[in-house]
């Protein structure tokens, strides 16, 4: 087969896919989150941790449970990825401190950037216990947040947006755990590794050496890929063989990744009640990831470097990839993305620049979509002098502030972020590249933790306090302003009642409404960060 | 609610999720992975004495022309560290690893026939890549074939067993196994 005809039938693959299951999933995760009854199981968890499953509540008090949540989660797992030395199932393997609090950070809050390696820093009691457990809730997390804030636009005259801990139990249960075991066990027919082996030192066939590494590694890999989450149980991530050993499995990555994030528009249309509402967010979210997608396979397969590819992947199938996990916050890699053409690391770049919302991460993709669905609304309202409106809901100056600050904080962060390690000479001499790459390396880390992404450049060294800290910050904001912002913002809205529709009112599911809301993404997007994408990827590819 | 019972809600519903999340979902994962023993353990290779030599899913490191090579790697196939070059594709340095390594090609393979192909010149991803493309397995024939004393045509038949075609010809790329190949060779003797 000629490779541009593999090629377009790759991402023909990928789209034929996920538009076969859009529906049902999306129906599917719609049911679990407006279902009155609560299942067994979830009945005893409620009891297990003392909370009432039918009290809703304000938006204040479901933030408070996010971040309470979420602060439990990054204390336990700072502990127990400190405790290694003395557990057992830990194969001797430990952390720095700095390093051991950029990992509880990085899996809390849904991104993954991993400043260790797995096969010398994290044993299989920790990637159990510790990571996978993570992998599961922090995707819950966003999911909760995601459906609460839909809530806020569905509700009227009313200060509930639902209850976190039974969105977050419901989540996990019903949507991610049925899903993972399912991916895990295909994974595992692949030849993924799930066992509690110890590594072993052999004598290989040409009579050298070489340790074959075990682990719980395709339970690991399922809610990874469906968590959108992307830390990999070993350092070379989904180009490990052990992690995704043919084309098969990698294929199943790529749907993991996109199968969540591109299905919620459909959950988000029935909970409005209005389907084309969904269908207007999913055609957005779908022209941004496939003509992403399409341009970075196009790049790769027209440079054919295999440099930091995979021969089982080549350059299409490593370059689907690329896009899938930097369009969805996930972060895992089958190919190492600093090896990638100059312009195809810029398109990865631009993927999480965007805001992880082409389609994004599990929940946060939707959220972040309806930030700059609110924004667009805003600035349209403007334009042709009618008062902004979402769905009968006015957007005002308190909307208006908040979508702004959930916006606003990823740029800050990533460029402030950058521009700071650029000057201070301990992060600037970790760098493995100089000049116009050099500087992507940088930008990249922190575009990465920022947008909770978790792919790297990883030719930089950033497994140092400096960077380790600064980098944590970055995921932590970058999490949870937009979280809170986004709440609050739901909170508002629920309390409001619906305007009827009037000829006044602009829609929001019109053609020409995607057309703007597209524009409004490319223009924020490509303002906030043309300078930075010039001096790097663009300069690179230019000299 | 106050933040101090939302925290002690949360740490409950962390240490319960943990149970679950952490213990009973990678344990239903594991006993049902025994339906496929040999994957769920790594894949591994036998030789003909019973030891364990490898497995099929991870390349290694042959020393001599004997042997059919396999893709350049960053961590020299060791298995105690994974990882690529992080070398951009169009900097100095890989273009001058590039150079040496045709060079040392060249030099290794003075019959070889046409060009040299692109996997041979550039590390993988992992480190630990088993596969070569059709192409590199066959540029290697004349080398191995005079270092054993095999025929050409034997050895081409042994790549044609142990080459791994894409699944549905386009899901990823063919390659050839050399872990495998090389393991057949061996046994061989």
């Known amino acids: 087969m000629p490779p541009t005809l593999a090629a377009v039938l790759a991402v023909l693959t990928v789209v034929v896919i996920l538009a076969v299951i859009h529906v049902p999933l999306g129906s599917w995760i719609h049911r679990v989150f407006t279902s009155p009854t609560h299942t067994r199981v979830e009945r005893l968890i409620y009891r297990l941790t003392g909370v009432d499953p039918d009290a809703e509540q304000r938006w204040g008090v479901y933030a408070v449970s996010v971040l309470a949540f979420s602060g439990v989660s990054i204390l336990l797992l700072w502990g127990l990825i400190l405790a290694q030395p003395l557990l057992p199932f830990s194969q001797g393997r430990s952390m720095n401190v700095d390093t051991a609090l950029n990992t509880a950070v990085s899996f809390v809050t849904n991104t993954n950037w991993q400043s260790y390696a797995g096969e010398a820093g994290a044993g299989y009691l920790l990637q159990a216990l510790g990571l996978t457990v993570q992998n599961f809730v922090s995707a819950a997390v966003g999911l909760a947040v995601a459906i609460a804030v839909v809530r806020g636009l569905t509700r009227e005259h009313t200060d509930r947006l639902g209850n976190f801990w039974v969105d977050l139990t419901r989540g996990t249960l019903r949507v991610l755990l049925p899903l993972s075991v399912i991916a895990a066990i295909a994974l595992v027919a692949c030849g993924v590794i799930q066992n509690l082996d110890e590594p072993v030192t052999i004598t290989t066939i040409g009579g050298g050496t070489q340790v074959l590494q075990g682990g719980l590694v395709a339970s690991q890999e399922a809610i990874k890929e469906l968590g959108t989450n992307g830390g990999g149980f070993f350092n070379a991530n989904s180009a490990y063989p052990f992690e995704n050993p043919n084309g ?44 992403a997608m399409a341009a970075l396979t196009a790049l790769e397969v027209a440079g054919g470097s295999l440099e930091g590819k995979e021969q089982r992947f080549g350059t299409a199938w490593s370059a689907i990839f690329a896009s899938a996990t930097t369009s969805t916050s996930t972060g895992a890699v089958n190919a190492m993305h600093e090896s990638l053409q100059p312009l195809s690391g810029g398109v990865a770049l631009l993927n999480m620049m965007l805001g992880e919302l082409s389609p994004g991460g599990v929940g946060t993709g939707l959220y972040s979509m309806l930030v700059m669905v609110v924004l667009a609304v805003f600035v349209a309202g403007l334009m042709v002098g009618r008062t902004p409106e979402l769905l009968g809901k006015s957007i005002g100056r308190r909307e208006i502030t908040l ?79 937009p979280i809170v912002a986004m709440l609050a913002l739901a909170g508002g809205l629920s309390r409001q009642g619906r305007r009827p529709v009037t000829a006044g009112t602009m829609p929001t599911h019109s053609a020409s409404f995607a057309g703007f809301l597209l524009a409004i993404i490319l223009v924020v997007a490509g303002l906030t960060y043309f300078p930075s994408l010039a001096l790097g990827p663009i300069a690179e590819a230019l000299s | 609610m106050s933040v101090f019972r939302q925290a002690l ?165 063919d390659g050839v196994n050399v872990t495998r190949l090389n393991l057949a060779l061996s046994g061989r003797e």
Request: glycine share 10%; hydrophobic share 50%.
């Open chain 1, 403 to 481: 979508a702004a600050l959930a916006m606003l904080i990823t740029p800050t962060l990533v460029l402030l972020g950058t521009g700071t390690a650029l000057l201070v000479p301990t992060s600037r001499h970790a760098m493995l590249a100089s000049g116009p790459h050099g500087l992507s390396e940088m930008l990249y880390a922190f575009t990465s933790a920022a947008n909770n992404n978790g792919s790297a450049f990883a030719g930089l060294s950033a497994d140092q306090p400096f960077l380790n800290l600064a980098l944590a910050a970055c995921m932590l904001f970058g999490r949870f302003v």
């Open chain 2, 9 to 173: 809600a949360g740490l409950r519903m962390l240490l319960v999720m943990t149970v679950v999340l952490g213990i009973g979902y990678p344990a239903v994962v594991t006993l049902a992975a025994q339906t496929f023993p040999t994957q769920a353990h790594g894949s591994q290779l036998v030789a003909a004495d019973g030891r364990v030599v490898g497995s099929a899913l991870l390349g290694q490191s042959f020393a001599g022309p004997q042997w059919f090579q396999p893709r350049p790697s960053a961590s020299d196939y060791s298995g105690q560290t994974s990882g690529g070059s992080n070398l951009s594709p169009v900097s100095a340095d890989q273009q001058q690893a590039r150079r040496q390594r045709l060079d040392a090609l060249r030099q290794a393979n003075p019959d070889a026939v046409g060009p040299v192909p692109e996997d041979a010149l550039t590390a993988s991803a992992s480190g630990l890549d088993p596969d070569i493309s059709v192409a590199y397995a066959r540029w290697q024939v004349p080398r191995v074939a005079a270092a054993r004393g095999v025929p050409a045509a034997e050895l081409e038949a042994m790549i044609a067993a142990a080459t791994e075609p894409a699944a549905l010809g386009y899901l990823g790329q």
């Open chain 1, 248 to 291: 098969v499995s990698n294929l199943i990555e790529i749907v993991l990744m996109l199968a969540i994030p591109s299905a919620l528009p459909y959950s988000y249309g029935l909970m409005v009640k209005d389907r084309r509402q969904g269908a207007t967010i999913a055609a957005v979210m779908a022209v941004l990831g496939f003509g």
